[in-house]
């Protein structure tokens, strides 16, 4: 099991963190890696990088002038960080280049890039569907600290192309790719914060989370995890504590889709926990109950 530290005085945040695979479509078994397991010392480092509720009033619906957004509605365009990371981006058909949309970016899995990820989970249509403009990543490793804040930057990148309202900027990803999401948000790395996240099979035990820092203010979070998952057994209900604990949350009911909703979180950090069938590389299907968490919350720029 490998270890790697990142310094920031002498707070370090341990996670496990995992590789493999891959919403409401029937879930998907998805093929990546075997998913191994990594242990990561990870500090709580500022690392400057880039990184609502229903539909916005057109009073406060974010707008770009016209002629400063080139990319186009009803398109897939494949972008490279100045890295060389490759992401993919997917516009709806009716999207406005004057009224900010809201965007979920999407991390593969190790192994993973942005086609199979995106073909595994059958994200896009809903997605665009429902409005978002959606992003998929190639595969970059929780524990790649130059490639984590690199990654972070992409939805920065996406604004300068497309009109995005930055308030509503939102993360998912499968094993590596919600690993990743840990060590973007325990980190800071995104910057604005994302509004909400979603990570998938993520590798972050109970043992090394106790170590972690709860973020201020609180993240909502929508936790998903197979009962299967022999790669990280229980993780998913390790991870669900950590957060209701962070977020002050309390007593959770449970939704027509079986998720648990924690509610009265403090500064409205709301906890979500699904645990859906299968192992670790099946993808749950819970697209329009991920949207409708996403679209629940916006976190306003500093």
């Given at each position: 099991m490998q270890s790697w530290l990142l310094g920031r005085g002498s707070t370090l945040l341990s996670i496990a963190l995992v590789a493999c695979s891959s919403t409401e479509t029937a879930p998907t078994e998805t093929a990546h890696d075997a998913g191994a397991s990594i242990e990561a010392s990870v500090p709580v480092d500022p690392g400057a990088s880039d990184a609502g509720a229903s539909p916005k009033s057109d009073a406060s619906v974010v707008r770009c002038e016209a002629g400063t957004r080139t990319g186009a509605a009803g398109t897939s365009e494949d972008l490279t960080t100045d890295a060389g990371l490759h992401f993919s981006v997917r516009t709806p058909s009716d999207y406005d280049p004057l009224r900010g949309s809201p965007l979920i970016v999407m991390f593969a899995p190790s192994g993973g890039t942005a086609a199979s990820i995106e073909a595994s989970t059958k994200l896009t249509p809903d997605a665009l569907g429902a409005g978002f403009v959606v992003a998929y990543v190639d595969t970059v490793s929780p524990t790649n600290i130059a490639g984590a804040k690199d990654a972070a930057g992409i939805p920065s990148r996406i604004a300068e192309r497309w009109c995005i309202d930055r308030e509503r900027v939102y993360l998912t990803g499968s094993s590596d790719g919600g690993g990743l999401i840990y060590t973007i948000v325990l980190n800071h790395y995104m910057t604005p914060e994302p509004a909400a996240v979603a990570p998938f099979a993520a590798g972050a035990s109970k043992n090394t989370l106790a170590k972690a820092t709860c973020l201020a203010p609180p993240m909502p979070v929508m936790v998903m995890h197979n009962s299967g998952d022999a790669v990280f057994p229980k993780y998913g209900q390790a991870a669900r504590d950590w957060w209701v604990?962070?977020?002050?949350?309390?007593?959770?009911?449970?939704?027509?889709?079986?998720?648990?909703?924690?509610?009265?979180?403090?500064?409205?950090?709301?906890?979500?926990?699904?645990?859906?069938?299968?192992?670790?590389?099946?993808?749950?299907?819970?697209?329009?109950?991920?949207?409708?968490?996403?679209?629940?919350?916006?976190?306003a720029a500093p």
């Open positions: 604990s962070c977020n002050a949350c309390g007593d959770p009911e449970t939704l027509a889709d079986g998720c648990l909703a924690y509610r009265d979180c403090a500064d409205g950090g709301d906890v979500r926990y699904c645990e859906g069938e299968g192992g670790h590389g099946r993808w749950p299907g819970l697209h329009s109950s991920m949207f409708e968490f996403f679209l629940a919350h916006t976190r």
